[in-house]
């Protein structure tokens, strides 16, 4: 501004002393010119001062903007993730019953708490902690929407099909931009999910039955415990019974004797068995103490991609080894 004040005193000076020799109408007439022009420029002065500081008011305010409405939308996330993550886990425990629909309720808050952990706070964002306000039960995704203790009444319960989630209430403060959006901004978010369809169908199973106590099932299945299994003898008839620790084949229509008992036990190809379907255990003649014990393990070998050489029909390309066995 200094260089450019001095220069405009500079040229009207000269302009001024530059009409010496003139007539003296023309070189009045020239003074009056310069005169005006220098008078102008001399009113101009600082303008780009008020313009610049004009323009830095309303970066500040754009900026002051950005940050309060980037914090509203972290929150926002993070809210919605959390009813996300609660809505899905809720909906994993519905089975139709009283005790599906308590569990739901309590893994919605085991889901808050992971949100918690794993959320915004852990990236030094300051944000509130999620709580789940309202976990909702309806049979359609569109309502009616009851509370986990109407839900769980008879005749309501078994129709129950989707979960819907609300968070509670997040207030955020406004730090730069209290005129535009208020001094707090409250966010609350909602999601909904549905009951997985349940599995009814199982294919390319393994079709012999184990008989093991409850107690040994617990074992098996939670603590993981070994036993040791025994092929029972001489099963007769549809209502004979697998003693404990025993196991013996399900019969399956169109595969009888010894070489439908090596092919069932190496897994008949495309084999499908449905939920609540019963079946007979195998009395042919090959289930039995001569020879049984001997299809059972030719057939199960070739899972391990172990064939035998003798009969039974079995070869890798109509019964490959199972892919998920190393």
């Known amino acids: 501004m200094f260089e450019s004040q001095t220069g405009s005193q500079a040229h009207c000076a000269e ?24 008078d102008r420029w001399k009113g101009e002065r600082g303008s780009v001062t008020v313009m610049t500081a004009v323009l830095l008011v309303g970066l500040v305010l754009v900026l002051g903007l950005s940050i309060d409405v980037s914090r509203i939308y972290m929150v926002r996330s993070g ?14 425990e519905l089975n139709s019953g009283p005790g599906g629909i308590n569990d739901a309720v309590n893994q919605t808050k085991v ?28 049979a359609f995704i569109d309502g009616t929407w009851y509370n986990a203790g109407d839900a769980s009444a008879l ?27 208020g001094a707090t901004h409250i966010e609350q978010r909602t999601a909904v999910a549905g009951m997985s369809v349940g599995l009814n169908t199982i294919c390319n199973v393994f079709p012999v039955v184990i008989a093991l106590t409850p107690k040994n099932q617990t074992d098996l299945l939670v603590n993981g ?16 019974a697998v003693v404990d620790h025993s196991y013996a084949v399900i019969q399956v229509d169109s595969f009888f004797g010894h070489v439908g008992t090596v092919q069932l036990a190496a897994g008949i190809p495309n084999l499908c068995a449905y939920l609540g379907q019963t079946e007979t255990l195998d009395s042919s003649q090959s289930a ?27 070869d890798p390309i ?7 066995i190393m």
């Open 155 to 181: 005749g309501v319960v078994d129709t129950i099909k989707f979960v819907r989630v609300t968070t509670q209430a997040a207030s955020v403060s406004v730090l730069l931009a209290a005129k535009a959006l």
């Open 79 to 92: 809210l919605q993730n959390a009813a996300d993550a609660a809505a899905l886990a809720a909906a994993r």
């Open 225 to 240: 415990k070994q036993f040791t299994v025994t092929y029972q003898d001489d099963i007769t008839g549809s209502s004979a």
């Open 288 to 314: 039995n103490k001569k020879n049984g014990r001997n299809a059972i393990s030719d057939g199960a070998n070739t899972r391990f991609d172990f064939y035998p050489t003798g009969g039974g029909g079995i």
């Open 318 to 324: 109509t019964f490959p080894p199972d892919t998920n």
């Open 15 to 38: 302009d001024l002393s530059g009409g010496q020799g003139l007539p003296a109408d023309e070189h009045r007439k020239s003074q009056t010119t310069v005169s005006e022009v220098c």
């Open 111 to 138: 889901a808050a708490l992971e949100a918690n952990k794993y959320g915004l706070n852990r990236t030094g964002v300051t944000a509130p902690a999620v709580t789940i306000s309202k976990v909702e039960f309806a």
